[in-house]
């Protein structure tokens, strides 16, 4: 009935997510393109490195480096950076957010900028949870850093989704369905842009 358009809290760009579709037999037909918010996220490197090199304080995995390759930036110390970026923990199999408690602390206290890539406290990957960039950026929230998040429940990343679907579809799309699993992401966002939402529960 229209274009499918696959949205994800994920932190990599959607080349990258499209890759782990292959690995897990995510067939490329079932959609018809993805976004991504570390695809958002990643927009918003670019406009802020087109006017220099931009140096940057990560906290993440080297699994997520796809969200910034090719841009003019320089990762840095906290000394030199102009804005941190958070696509997770930087080990979430071995660490927790509170692993990080002084070095958000230090952060804030510099008063950095965190764009952060994934809005997601958690995900389950099989039967475990894992840490998302999301607790980290709760936690430094509550230190009274400033935050840019990228992804759902957050209008940007909805933003790029409908521009996504209005290309596809030659026009303006009236009525949009969302489909998702997460009460405080898919759920919550839909309901913030007014969209019909399906709930899948488990």
């Known amino acids: ?23 897990i037999g ?3 037909d079932c959609y018809d393109v993805i976004v991504s918010s570390g695809g958002a996220c990643r927009a918003e490197l670019a406009r802020r490195s087109a006017r220099g090199t931009l140096p940057l304080y990560y906290i993440g995995s080297d699994r997520d480096l796809s969200i910034f ?20 923990l930087r080990d979430d199999d071995g660490e927790t957010p509170a692993d990080y408690g002084a070095e958000l602390a230090a952060v804030a206290e510099k008063g950095l900028t965190m764009l952060c890539a ?17 607790a980290l950026a709760r936690d430094y929230a509550a230190l ?3 935050i840019i998040y990228y992804g759902k429940p957050h209008g940007p990343v909805y933003d790029m989704a409908r521009a996504k679907i209005t290309a596809l579809s030659g026009g303006a799309v009236k009525k949009m369905l969302a489909i998702g699993d997460g009460m ?16 899948i529960a488990d």
Not at 1 to 23: C, H, I, S, W, Y
Not at 186 to 198: F, Q
């Open 184 to 199: 405080p992401t898919d759920i919550k966002g839909a309901n913030a842009e007014g969209m019909d939402v399906l709930f």
């Open 144 to 146: 009274g850093g400033d």
């Open 1 to 23: 009935r229209g274009p499918v358009v696959l949205l994800t809290n994920a932190p990599r760009v959607p080349e990258a997510v499209q890759d782990q579709f292959k690995g």
């Open 118 to 134: 994934n809005p997601d406290l958690v995900v389950h990957r099989g039967k475990r949870l894992y840490w998302c960039a999301g």
């Open 26 to 28: 995510v067939p490329p």
């Open 69 to 88: 390759q090719g841009l003019d930036i320089k990762l840095t110390g906290l000394d030199e950076a102009k804005v941190m970026l958070v696509t997770g």
